[in-house]
């Protein structure tokens, strides 16, 4: 679920960068009183992610917009669907138009990325889950796109959970002096997880007591070896290079979790237009 008050707070900091002291262009040609419907289509095959975000945008400018979904967030649909119908003050529509297609597109994009992953991993009992890696501010909209694709959420930030990596391993002398140091740390009901890059570290982070294990840039066949080592002393989780081309691979060495940048730095927009119908006059 969006929580709504922080859903607006996100939709009126971008507003106020796209609209600012009021859009000229659709002042200067949306009379007052014009009433219009958008049709919202997309142009290609993907999954859906961000309708109620889009609504949220017409209904921020002018809360009289009626919006009607015609398919939900975490559905596929194929090039050509129509996805939303939003009817009401033409002034209202124009302006939303890119705010909202913008929100649409980019997760719905993320949404597809993450869905082509999971479902080359079915035949695995592996979790696909992004990182933090997200565009700045919108964290918890990417995060949620990763859900509707059929992922799942890696930490939200550095507050939730203990992530040791390279460089906190380098700075505290070692794998193990790392999550020593991080075990005595934090409470007890916290998970305690370090990056790795080779068997050595493996099995100092075994050693340490680490409850997460992730294999960092590791080939296949390292991987089954780590996984064959941790047997079931820690969560065993992949990184590093992942892709549709070797996501299948990493999944069949038995790793439980897969963690994904990809999915929110680099996923591509799915295209998805808003057409305009025909004015009704007031």
Aim: proline residues 4%; glycine residues 10%.
């Amino acid at each position: 679920m969006l929580d709504q008050a922080q859903l607006e707070q996100i939709i009126d900091r971008c507003l106020a960068e796209d609209v600012g002291t009021g859009d000229v262009t659709t002042a200067a040609v949306a009379e007052a009183g014009l009433v219009s419907c958008g049709y919202i289509w997309t142009k290609e095959p993907g999954v859906i992610a961000g309708l109620p975000v889009a609504a949220a945008v017409f209904r921020r400018l002018d809360p009289v917009v009626d919006w009607q979904t015609r398919v939900a967030d975490g559905d596929e649909v194929a090039a050509g669907t129509l996805l939303a119908v939003v009817e009401g003050p033409a002034g209202a529509i124009l302006t939303g138009e890119r705010l909202a297609l913008n929100f649409l597109q980019r997760l719905s994009g993320i949404a597809t990325v993450t869905a082509r992953l999971v479902q080359a991993t079915l035949p695995h009992q592996v979790r696909v889950v992004d990182t933090r890696k997200t565009t700045p501010g919108l964290r918890w909209l990417e995060k949620y796109a990763v859900r509707r694709g059929g992922g799942h959420n890696h930490r939200f930030g550095l507050y939730d959970a203990v992530l040791l990596k390279d460089n906190h391993i380098k700075l505290a002398g070692g794998v193990a002096r790392a999550v020593t140091l991080a075990k005595q740390a934090v409470p007890h009901t916290m998970k305690v997880e370090v990056e790795v890059e080779d068997l050595a570290g493996v099995k100092q982070a075994l050693d340490a007591g680490a409850d997460i294990i992730m294999l960092d840039n590791m080939d296949p066949e390292t991987m089954r070896q780590a996984v064959n080592l941790i047997g079931k002393q820690a969560i065993v989780e992949a990184s590093g290079g992942i892709s549709l081309g070797n996501i299948e691979a990493v999944a069949a060495t038995g790793v439980q979790v897969i963690s994904v940048g990809s999915l929110t730095h680099s996923a591509p927009a799915l295209d998805i237009s808003l057409d305009i119908g025909q004015p009704k006059k007031p």
